[in-house]
Every structure is written in structure tokens, then in C-alpha cells.
T-cell receptor, first 114, second 113 residues
Framework: DAGVIQSPRHEVTEMGQEVTLRCKPI?????LFWYRQTMMRGLELLIY????????DSGMPEDRFSAKMPNASFSTLKIQPSEPRDSAVYFC????????????FGPGTRLTVT | GENVEQHPSTLSVQEGDSAVIKCTYS??????FPWYKQELGKRPQLIID?????GEKKDQRIAVTLNKTAKHFSLHITETQPEDSAVYFC????????????FGAGTRLFVKA
């Protein structure tokens, strides 16, 4: 298995632009998580899905952030409009809800908003 | 909601010494406690986990202990090696991997050769 796939790996954009981050979970996994990592705030859970349904989005910082999971093999995190304080590494992780509980993280997307 | 506190934020040890990282959690419903290791520029990876029905778990040089009454759990690394240098995160979850997981702030471990 290729593991969790994220794209792009790096994104540099100007303030006010729309940013879309993409994630392909491990095949067969039924839970998907989006995290944001910064030096100041550490690893923050933004939102997670079970069986493609958003369960908890209380970590989404503002209405500028939105996430979707249209099917079991794809999810997006969108920021519109982006701001410099959104600069961070965004990780997607997937797991099974039964059996092994490990969350497998993708390589992350490093976002820089200038 | 759940809150996880982790200490210390930075830990420096001599190669061969032991390292201990401690975490506390607030939600008594939490029953799954994983530990992740993140090397510089890499993704977090699970190194060990413990469920609430177990008080201790070992895997070679690493061990975790859990005290549910006090709501704290710890990571112990023995015979540390330079390759153990990384950031370690504890986390707490109310269920299996598909449930909300809250991470501690991380501990940066330096192992000096």
C-alpha cells in the first residue's frame, strides 16, 4: 500500500487566494482526520470523518476553512480566503475504527501564505 | 472537551540514560492513549499505545504506564540512542482510532552521544 497520499507537498500562495489541499486515505480505512501543525499551537485536530461523514469539526478555526469527503478514497481541505496566519503543515491521517487503532499520517502539505 | 498536557517540553539526556515523558488528560471517558514520534521534517508515527484496561505495556526499549485514577500516563525510553532524538507526542482518545484524538504539545528529546 502506498500509505496516505497528500497533495500538493508544498504550496505557496498570496493572501486572499483560495487553497485546496487533497488527501487519499489508505484503502479500506474508514476514518479520516485533518490536522494542522505549527510551532506555536502544536498538532491540532481540525476535523474528522467516519465513513465519509463529518463527525466533529469543532477544531476548524474559522468559516474560511471547509472540508469534504465525497467518497471513501478522497478528501479535501479548503481555505478561502487564505491569510498569512494559516501558514502551517497540514496533515491528513486515516485509520480503521476497529481492530488496530493506529492513525497513519500522510507526508503533510507545507502551506505558506504571503 | 478533552485536554492533554505534556511535560517536559524539552528533554536532554546522555546516550544510554533513560528518558521519561509525562502526560495528563482531563476526560475520564478517554480509553486509548497512543504515543507518536516525529523526526525532523517527517510525519508523526505511532511507536506504542495503551488501552485503559491495561496498566503497563512494553516494547523493547520503550514502555508506557497508565494511571486511570490519576488520569496520567507516561512514556519511558531506556538505553537511549542518538536516533531516539525526535519530538514525542502523547494523545488521548475516547475510543478506537476513528474517534476524536487530542494531542499533547510535544516533547523535544535530545540524546547526546
Amino acid at each position: 500500500d502506498a500509505g496516505v497520499i497528500q497533495s500538493p507537498r508544498h504550496e505557496v500562495t498570496e493572501m486572499g487566494q483560495e487553497v485546496t489541499l487533497r488527501c487519499k486515505p489508505i484503502s479500506g480505512h474508514n476514518s479520516l482526520f485533518w490536522y494542522r501543525q505549527t510551532m506555536m499551537r502544536g498538532l491540532e485536530l481540525l476535523i474528522y470523518f467516519n465513513n465519509n461523514v463529518p463527525i466533529d469539526d469543532s477544531g476548524m478555526p474559522e468559516d474560511r476553512f471547509s472540508a469534504k469527503m465525497p467518497n471513501a478514497s478522497f478528501s479535501t481541505l479548503k481555505i478561502q480566503p487564505s491569510e498569512p496566519r494559516d501558514s502551517a503543515v497540514y496533515f491528513c491521517a486515516s485509520s480503521l475504527r476497529t481492530g488496530t487503532y493506529e492513525q497513519y499520517f500522510g507526508p503533510g502539505t507545507r502551506l505558506t501564505v504571503t | 472537551g478533552e485536554n492533554v498536557e505534556q511535560h517536559p517540553s524539552t528533554l536532554s539526556v546522555q546516550e544510554g540514560d533513560s528518558a521519561v515523558i509525562k502526560c495528563t488528560y482531563s476526560d475520564s471517558a478517554s480509553n486509548y492513549f497512543p504515543w507518536y514520534k516525529q523526526e525532523l521534517g517527517k510525519r508523526p508515527q505511532l511507536i506504542i499505545d495503551i488501552r485503559s484496561n491495561v496498566g503497563e505495556k512494553k516494547d523493547q526499549r520503550i514502555a508506557v504506564t497508565l494511571n486511570k485514577t490519576a488520569k496520567h500516563f507516561s512514556l519511558h525510553i531506556t538505553e537511549t540512542q542518538p536516533e531516539d532524538s525526535a519530538v514525542y507526542f502523547c494523545a488521548a482518545s475516547t475510543g478506537a482510532g476513528g474517534f476524536k484524538t487530542i494531542f499533547g504539545a510535544g516533547t523535544r528529546l535530545f540524546v547526546k552521544a
